[in-house]
């Protein structure tokens, strides 16, 4: 079964403590992507990889890294959270933009 | 970057009604495709439809692309409650490498 798996779920954290979220898919997909969603604002990309080791900005990629070390592995990481970064987030893969892209179940984040 | 804007932002109607849902966008396009987010949950794919296509069918969806005027449509016929949800749009256009989406189309079917 196709999976995207996305921890954790929910997390409340406190400014400045660093986090990452993780991202695993199953399907070998080379395209993973993170965005997030605000009310009001929609769905934003944050980041993109189209391979291993080749990652690249969206929309809004300030005060967050990720790394792909690893094709199933694309993990979101905020280094110094701050209370506008509380939002949810999802990841996405596809084998390239031409076909269909899955998402995950999304992880709620709020910093305090 | 290019965003798809969904319309209307809302709509309510009665079970078994049909719905429709449009999407316009702003520069060309190589795919649309149309997801579906129950509240607060993951996004659901629903139909990627190909800048050469016009029309494509999935059980009870129908999603129209007309490239000319950078529109689509969603259709669900015979609305069931089950299908309260956002719905949105996303497009990839030529030279981009991101997806990006409308803001979505709140509908609620009433039992």
């Known amino acids: 079964e196709a999976q995207v798996t996305q921890n954790p779920r929910y997390l409340i954290t406190v400014t400045g403590k660093k986090l990452t979220v993780t991202c695993s898919q199953n399907?070998?997909?080379?395209?993973m992507s993170w965005y997030r969603q605000d009310p009001g604002l929609g769905l934003r990309q944050i980041y993109y990889?189209?391979?291993?080791?080749?990652?690249d900005k969206g929309d809004v990629p300030e005060g967050y890294k990720v790394s792909r070390k690893e094709k199933r592995n694309f993990p979101l990481i905020l280094e110094s959270p701050s209370p506008n970064q509380t939002s949810l987030y999802f990841c996405?893969?596809?084998?390239?933009?031409?076909?269909?892209?899955?998402f995950g179940e999304g992880s709620w984040l709020t910093v305090v | 970057s290019q965003q798809g804007e969904e319309d209307p932002q809302a709509l309510s109607i009665q079970e078994g009604e049909n719905a429709t849902m449009n999407c316009s966008y702003k520069?060309?396009?190589?795919?649309l495709q149309w997801y579906r987010q129950n509240s607060g949950r993951g996004l659901v794919h629903l139909i990627l439809?190909?800048?050469?296509?016009r029309e494509k069918h999935s059980g009870r969806l129908r999603v129209t692309l007309d490239t000319s005027k950078k529109s689509s449509s969603l259709l669900i016929t015979a609305s069931r409650a089950a299908d309260t949800a956002s719905y949105f749009c996303?497009?990839?256009?030529?030279?981009?490498?991101?997806?990006?989406f409308g803001k979505g189309t709140m509908l609620l079917v009433s039992p």
């Open positions: 996405a893969t596809g084998q390239g933009l031409g076909n269909t892209i899955y």
């Open positions: 399907m070998n997909h080379e395209y």
């Open positions: 990889s189209m391979n291993v080791e080749v990652t």
């Open positions: 520069t060309s396009i190589n795919n």
């Open positions: 439809i190909r800048s050469n296509e």
């Open positions: 996303a497009t990839d256009g030529t030279g981009y490498s991101t997806l990006t």
